[in-house]
């Protein structure tokens, strides 16, 4: 009889393993995707917003809006915002530029992460164009201008706990692609 416990001990044993190998799975390749699919639908974590176009009326409030520029460790281009801070009323939609240029000897192919702050604001800035998450691949010594054109959602104004903000901080920071830096160890 301690024959049967025992077989049917491994085929538990040997599910509750698959299982949890399954799990682990999913969480090592869709985690990254559903975080941010999560955080662009809420604005969690400072995620800024998409939007087709601005709204037709303009807000009364002003804020103000500062742009910050970063770049991985192991990215070798220079990146900065082509001004440091605009003011921007609700509604109003605004066209800025960062500046970017390749420093390397050869070609290098890049991406950038954004966020904004404070993080409550986050569901409140929309932005309508934007080179983040779109690879830009610079050829040694090339510059470009990178346009961002947003607005700050007029419902900012009805959120009472939004009402001591009054200056935003968009930040981006580039890193270089995952096949880049399968391209440059070989």
Request: a positive charge; aromatic letters at 12%; charged letters at 20%.
């Amino acid at each position: 009889m301690s024959a049967k416990p025992r077989g049917r001990n491994g085929v538990v044993a040997l599910a509750a393993i698959s299982v949890v190998a399954a799990m682990a799975g999913v969480t090592w390749f869709g985690a990254v995707p559903l975080y941010r699919a999560f955080c662009q639908a809420t604005g969690y974590g400072g995620t800024t917003q998409r939007a087709k176009a601005a709204p037709a009326a303009e807000g009364a409030r002003v804020i103000t809006v500062r742009f910050n520029a970063d770049i991985a460790p192991n990215m070798p281009w220079a990146f900065q915002p082509a001004q440091r801070e605009v003011k921007v009323r609700l509604g109003e939609e605004k066209l800025i530029f960062y500046a970017a240029w390749n420093r390397a000897g050869v070609p290098v192919t890049g991406t950038a992460t954004f966020n904004v702050t404070p993080q409550k604001a986050g569901p409140y800035f929309d932005k309508v164009q934007c080179f983040c998450f779109t690879e830009q691949k610079l050829e040694p010594g090339q510059r470009v201008e990178m346009p961002v054109s947003f607005f700050i959602d007029p419902k900012i104004a009805k959120d009472r706990d939004l009402d001591d903000v009054t200056t935003i901080t968009l930040s981006y920071t580039f890193f270089p692609t995952h096949q880049q830096l399968g391209e440059r160890r070989d």
